[in-house]
């Protein structure tokens, strides 16, 4: 069974011996960028353990690319920790402060604790001050001091995938596309976002599947998007990449097998394995980072796929008062026709009164004046509706129009600020998500 169906199982030892000896290590562009998160022990400790293996190191060309367009975005976001951090302590302090103030004539305040609190505060935001300093001199310097940035560059010179065509693109988010209707991993989680970023996911797992066709070897993939169209999740727990990503990368391979990590358990298995230094901080450390990212990522995609949700109700809304603001519009035009046929019937009917009216004054005879008076009251009678049935079409015609100011004025205000303003958001969260 386990010959026919063993995707489904964890690598055997003898399979974990040979991906480690044999395997391709591909890192994912979130694992590239947190390296720029990391403490410096930490990141050296990881580019170490990278270093050791170097020879065996290669990324698609979409990671790579991904890495450089949103690597400034996650050095900024470090270096905006800072100011954040120290607001926090700041306000910490006159928290503190205020309670000590309201204690007055008590031993602690009047004692050196406070002295000392304020003294060990301000070490802590003067240090805190300083790296901050140190890191928006770097920034200042236009990044060419990132060592991290050297780091990685040296790691993968020679080592990136060719780029696609855009004929061969075209092709991967047209199969994307019928993909994520089918939920087939991976990437069917990002179809929310615009094109063709959704596809992002999809074109690093297509040029994985290329280039293990064109040399078959195993790979080992480390990975730190924790979503489900990549692992297998049951119950919140993950037992394993998902078996479709398996059996797609074992026929693409003639047999090979890739196993996924995230870059936590990694660096542990290289310690393991590869002999390389690792310690159990630095474990700590990537652990605690991913779980923050996975935290925050998930907060970002909520609201994210809330603020979708927002945005596809209030391009419904477009939709309908569109559709209303046609139909009343077509409801108009033709009471304009009706309104000009029934000025039209007034008229005409009121001429054919003047001459009833006319015949009565004119008749001689009784017999021609009863049929006068007969003609005029048919001529009035048919005034009167004519009137009646042109005021009431003035009327309707006048709310139709009421009613299409009203629609049209919420259509132009949906459309400049609502939709705009959802828009708007949605591409910040889409570039925030994309440095995760």
Same mark, same amino acid.
């Given at each position: 069974?386990?010959?026919?169906?063993?995707?489904?199982?964890?690598?055997?030892?003898?399979?974990?011996?040979?991906?480690?000896?044999?395997?391709?290590?591909?890192?994912?562009?979130?694992?590239?960028?947190?390296?720029?998160?990391?403490?410096?022990?930490?990141?050296?400790?990881?580019?170490?353990?990278?270093?050791?293996?170097?020879?065996?190191?290669?990324?698609?060309?979409?990671?790579?690319?991904? *890495?450089?367009?949103?690597?400034?975005?996650?050095?900024?976001?470090?270096?905006?920790? *800072?100011?954040?951090?120290?607001?926090?302590?700041?306000?910490?302090?006159?928290?503190?402060?205020?309670?000590?103030?309201?204690?007055?004539?008590?031993?602690?305040?009047?004692?050196?604790?406070?002295?000392?609190?304020?003294?060990?505060?301000?070490?802590?935001?003067?240090?805190?001050?300083?790296?901050?300093?140190?890191?928006?001199?770097?920034?200042?310097?236009?990044?060419?001091?990132?060592?991290?940035?050297?780091?990685?560059?040296?790691?993968?010179?020679?080592?990136?995938?060719?780029?696609?065509?855009?004929?061969?693109?075209?092709?991967?988010?047209?199969?994307?596309?019928?993909?994520?209707? %089918?939920?087939?991993?991976?990437? *069917?989680?990002?179809?929310?976002?615009?094109?063709?970023?959704?596809?992002?996911?999809?074109?690093?797992?297509?040029?994985?599947?290329?280039?293990?066709?064109?040399?078959?070897?195993?790979?080992?993939?480390?990975?730190?998007?924790?979503?489900?169209?990549?692992?297998?999740?049951?119950?919140?727990?993950?037992?394993?990449?998902?078996?479709?990503?398996?059996?797609?990368?074992?026929?693409?391979?003639?047999?090979?097998?890739?196993?996924?990590?995230?870059?936590?358990?990694?660096?542990?298995?290289?310690? %393991?394995?590869?002999?390389?230094?690792?310690?159990?901080?630095?474990?700590?450390?990537?652990?605690?980072?991913? $779980?923050?990212?996975?935290?925050?990522?998930?907060?970002?995609?909520?609201?994210?796929?809330?603020?979708?949700?927002?945005?596809?109700?209030?391009?419904?809304?477009?939709?309908?008062?569109?559709?209303?603001?046609?139909?009343?519009?077509?409801?108009?035009?033709?009471?304009?026709?009706?309104?000009?046929?029934?000025?039209?019937?007034?008229?005409?009917?009121?001429?054919?009164?003047?001459?009833?009216?006319?015949?009565?004054?004119?008749?001689?005879?009784?017999?021609?004046?009863?049929?006068?008076?007969?003609?005029?009251?048919?001529? $009035?009678?048919?005034?009167?509706?004519?009137?009646?049935?042109?005021?009431?079409?003035?009327?309707?015609?006048?709310?139709?129009?009421?009613?299409?100011?009203?629609?049209?004025?919420?259509?132009?205000?949906?459309?400049?600020?609502?939709?705009?303003?959802?828009?708007?958001?949605?591409?910040?969260?889409?570039?925030?998500?994309?440095?995760?």
């Amino acid at each position: 069974m386990r010959k026919e169906f063993w995707e489904y199982y964890p690598p055997s030892e003898r399979e974990l011996e040979i991906l480690w000896r044999d395997g391709t290590i591909i890192l994912d562009a979130n694992v590239l960028l947190h390296l720029h998160r990391y403490g410096k022990k930490t990141r050296d400790e990881f580019v170490n353990a990278l270093t050791r293996n170097s020879e065996r190191l290669w990324i698609p060309y979409q990671v790579a690319l991904e *890495y450089q367009r949103n690597r400034l975005g996650v050095v900024h976001s470090q270096l905006d920790a *800072y100011s954040k951090i120290e607001g926090l302590i700041t306000e910490s302090v006159e928290n503190v402060s205020k309670g000590f103030a309201a204690l007055k004539a008590h031993p602690v305040t009047e004692g050196p604790y406070l002295a000392r609190f304020r003294r060990s505060v301000k070490a802590l935001l003067d240090g805190i001050s300083q790296q901050q300093s140190e890191h928006r001199d770097q920034l200042r310097g236009g990044i060419a001091d990132d060592e991290v940035w050297r780091a990685v560059s040296d790691l993968y010179e020679g080592r990136v995938g060719p780029a696609n065509t855009e004929e061969k693109l075209r092709r991967i988010y047209e199969e994307g596309a019928a993909r994520y209707d %089918e939920k087939v991993p991976p990437g *069917y989680l990002d179809a929310g976002k615009e094109e063709p970023d959704r596809y992002g996911d999809l074109v690093v797992w297509k040029q994985i599947l290329e280039s293990v066709s064109a040399d078959p070897r195993p790979v080992i993939f480390v990975t730190d998007d924790a979503k489900e169209d990549w692992w297998n999740r049951v119950h919140g727990k993950t037992t394993g990449a998902r078996v479709e990503l398996l059996r797609e990368f074992a026929e693409a391979s003639g047999g090979h097998r890739i196993h996924f990590y995230r870059p936590g358990e990694f660096l542990r298995r290289s310690g %393991e394995r590869l002999d390389a230094n690792v310690s159990k901080s630095a474990i700590e450390e990537i652990r605690s980072v991913s $779980k923050s990212e996975e935290d925050h990522a998930s907060l970002l995609s909520r609201e994210y796929n809330d603020l979708v949700a927002r945005l596809g109700e209030a391009r419904r809304d477009a939709e309908q008062y569109d559709h209303e603001i046609s139909y009343l519009m077509g409801q108009i035009s033709a009471l304009d026709l009706d309104v000009d046929r029934l000025t039209s019937d007034a008229r005409e009917a009121n001429a054919r009164l003047g001459s009833a009216s006319q015949l009565a004054e004119d008749a001689r005879s009784e017999t021609e004046v009863k049929a006068a008076i007969n003609m005029r009251s048919l001529a $009035k009678h048919n005034l009167n509706e004519r009137q009646v049935a042109l005021s009431e079409a003035v009327d309707r015609r006048d709310r139709l129009r009421e009613r299409l100011l009203f629609l049209q004025s919420r259509r132009t205000g949906l459309a400049s600020d609502e939709i705009e303003r959802l828009q708007a958001r949605r591409r910040v969260l889409e570039q925030r998500l994309r440095r995760r």
